[in-house]
């Protein structure tokens, strides 16, 4: 069930209509659903509660403590990729015990936090790392838990920019230099060798290049025990994609993925550990914008709403589709324009869709941008000095603000002045 949908003539967040919200707390404005979240977390580990597996949500699809402690509460791990997300992880109340800690450049006191708060694993993706790993957990008595993520090679996702898996990119230990590296850290006194990381990319909507890197690693799995490594774990990233609403080929449900892995993996005796972002937090939240004005230019039209790029910045950066509809349902009879939707910002990469059939908008009427819970508030920046904005989570008729839309004057707060000027 859609947890975003219209009553009374409105689209409303669960029992709360996105008109008040944007009343209360003014526009623009990312909504959460807590319904939503909770049902992608149970959909997906529904689909693993058969077999030992870790559901360790990628913190950075969106990072804000209240979806961390809704997922918390559900009994849900974290996938860092910082030490600023390992805090909100721990802060929001997720055990370090279900922390995995990813990403290709962890500095040292990262690491060095990571192993005072007793993470699960670290996923090591270079011999550097490892070897600075090593160095700090003997200097603070420690073993480090870690995987390697293995580069398999494999072509994946939905976009160049978010395609992980391929030799060419910077991510994951090289493919014919990982059995080198588990020999390596074996015999390294600060690192405790438990299994074997991969992730191919981001908006998979296939679930071939999954089976893919499964086999491969399946294999490499078998050789890295027979060379006497005690492999428990199997983490296989994210990257499942979520329907956007374009006419895309839709993504594989969970329950086919979940099928699939467990039929691959079931003889291999690992504890598998998935790493989802986008399917947990994508479809779980919206952009509510206002529309300032809609403007006839030579040959379009245009509307001109108070969200612009630095609010959701995956239409320019990744040419992604988002759904949008008016808030208001249109009355029964009326003729759908075309529309460019454009924000503020001046740039014209600052163009959430081009030439999209709308129901007529002026200003004034509110916009919903929807499938914006997953990297929207997560990669917003106050460009154009215009405020980080809120954002607000939607609890059954409930809803409360869990970001704060900061004043000029916070934002100038952090700004000095040299003694010379
Ligand atoms: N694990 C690792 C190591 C990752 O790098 C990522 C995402 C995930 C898990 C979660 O992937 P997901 O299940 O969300 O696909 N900003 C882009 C997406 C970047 C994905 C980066 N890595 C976008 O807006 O499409």
């Not at 588990?182 to 999954?210: C, K, R, W």
């Not at 509809?325 to 503020?344: F, L, M, N, S, T």
Request: aromatic share 8%; charged share 20%.
């Amino acid at each position: 069930m859609r947890h975003f949908d219209f009553k009374n003539g409105e689209i409303y967040a669960e029992g709360v209509s996105l008109r008040r919200i944007a009343e209360d707390v003014g526009t623009p404005v990312y909504v959460y659903s807590t319904a939503t979240l909770e049902r992608h977390y149970n959909v997906f580990t529904a689909a693993f509660s058969d077999v030992p597996a870790l559901v360790a949500y990628s913190v950075k699809a969106n990072s804000n403590i209240a979806v961390l402690a809704t997922l918390a509460k559900l009994g849900c791990g974290a996938d860092v990729v910082s030490g600023g997300e390992l805090v909100r992880a721990l802060t929001a109340g997720i055990p370090a015990s279900k922390i995995v800690f990813s990403g290709v450049g962890k500095t040292r006191s990262e690491m060095e936090l990571a192993l005072k708060s007793d993470i699960r694993v670290f996923n090591v993706e270079s011999l550097p790392e490892l070897a600075a790993l090593n160095e700090i957990a003997l200097s603070l008595g420690k073993r480090a838990s870690i995987a390697f993520r293995v580069n398999p090679d494999i072509s994946a996702g939905g976009h160049d920019k978010i395609s992980t898996g391929k030799a060419e990119n910077k991510f994951g230990i090289a493919w014919d230099q990982a059995e080198e590296a588990y020999a390596i850290a074996a015999a390294m006194e600060g690192i405790n060798v438990v299994g074997v990381d991969v992730h191919i990319g981001s908006q998979i909507d296939d679930l071939t290049p999954f089976k893919a890197a499964i086999h491969k690693v399946g294999a490499l799995i078998e050789r890295l025990r027979a060379a006497g490594h005690n492999i428990q774990s199997f983490d296989i990233g994210g990257g499942l994609g979520i329907p956007y609403g374009d006419n895309r080929k839709a993504p594989p449900l969970p329950s086919d993925y979940g099928t699939m892995v467990k039929d691959m993996t079931r003889h291999m005796d690992v504890e598998m550990i998935f790493e989802p972002g986008r399917m947990i937090a994508g479809n779980a939240g919206i952009l509510l914008s206002e529309v300032i004005y809609a403007k006839q230019g030579s040959d379009r039209n245009f509307l001109i709403i108070d969200a612009a790029m630095n609010d959701l910045i995956r239409p320019a950066l990744y040419d992604a589709y988002h759904d949008m509809e008016p808030v208001k349902a249109p009355g029964a009879k009326y003729d759908e324009i075309i529309y460019d939707v454009v924000g503020p910002i001046c740039e014209t990469g600052d163009t959430f869709t081009k030439q999209r059939a709308l129901p007529p908008m002026e200003a004034g009427d509110l916009l919903v941008i929807h499938s914006a819970g997953a990297y929207g508030a997560a990669q917003s920046s106050q460009y154009n000095t215009r405020p980080l904005i809120p954002e607000v989570l939607v609890n059954g008729y409930n809803y409360q603000v869990i970001r704060e839309r900061p004043s000029i004057e916070d934002i100038l707060k952090t700004e000095r002045l040299p003694d010379w000027l």
